[in-house]
């Protein structure tokens, strides 16, 4: 076994604090990553107070993770020693089903897909993520992360990334299309900056005009003010797509309305609480309203790749590891732009 430093919660109430725990051995077909950053995820914190499920404590988050590979396997043939790497929600599943074989692995039809952390692996231990010195994964899990990219903004690539590149991508949306982003946050900006990437004209929509002026830094080229009566009136059946990052309660039928005939309005955001839509909102222009997941390892190593050539990095605050309670508790007041990251080499 491989001694490992990490943070971890002991309870839904305890917060984080530094905790050694042990990782298998390197396998044949796994590698033993160096972790360097790891990103926060509002995930995080929701796993780590139990909100979604009960948690296995002690739980270690984070699965958004930049490294550098220090070990192979005898069998592993995607990766070498020294080799940039990355790790994100994913590191199993069955790998025989229509759905993992097509590279949909989130979507396992045997339910065996292994979660970076709080899950249950094959051989019934948890899995520990990335707020730790190192992870050994399967390479086939493991992602390649080009030199291209800045590794200390990247990490949140890993899902906040693809996340929103795979709707946004499978929909094709681009030239020609008018995209509305609803929420500026973690998703939010990585969605302005990917509309804008793939050609289309980009609206920022929000309930706070203070935001406008990130939005246009960002690349959006107009911003809705949903408080203004007047904004919303202009902005009726404008859309093509409307991707909605918002995770609190919201009107959808006030955004549906916003779209075009077949227009798609696409919820990669989860509220707590069920959805309300009249079906005249739908039915009135053909809409669809849809959601999108993260991807899986081909489509998020697409992403990394696009990332890499079009230099798009995600915005992020870097801070060591013991603020992470802090960082949780600014993520929670909605007090960052955008996403913290932990420089790991902070642990030692």
Known sequence: MITTKGYAASSATSGLAPWEFERREVGAKDVLIKI???????????????????????????????GKIEKVGSEVTKFKVGDLAGIGCMVRSCGECENC????????LKGKTVWTYNSKDADGTVTYGGYSNQIVADESFVLHISDKLDISKAAP???????TYSP????????????GVLGLGGLGHMAVKFGVAFGAEVTMISHSPSKEQDAKKLGAHKFCNTNDPEQ???????????????????????YLKMLKVNGVHICVGIPPVPMEIMGRSLMGGNRVLTASSIGGIPETQEMLDFCAENQIHPEVEIVPIDYVNKAYDRVLASDIKYRFVIDMSTLN
Request: aromatic share 12%; net charge negative.
């Open 101 to 108: 074989k097509s590279g949909q692995e989130q979507f396992c």
């Open 232 to 254: 919303l009136k202009a902005l009726d059946g404008y859309f093509d797509f409307i991707i909605d990052t918002v995770s609190a309660p919201h009107d959808y039928n006030m």
């Open 36 to 66: 360097l950053y790891s990103g926060i995820c509002h995930s995080d914190i929701h796993q780590v107070k139990s909100e979604w499920a009960p948690a296995f404590y002690p739980i270690v988050p984070g699965h958004e993770i930049i």
């Open 157 to 163: 690539l890993l899902c906040a990334g693809v996340t």
């Open 168 to 179: 946004l991508s499978r929909w094709k949306v681009g030239k020609g299309h008018k995209l």
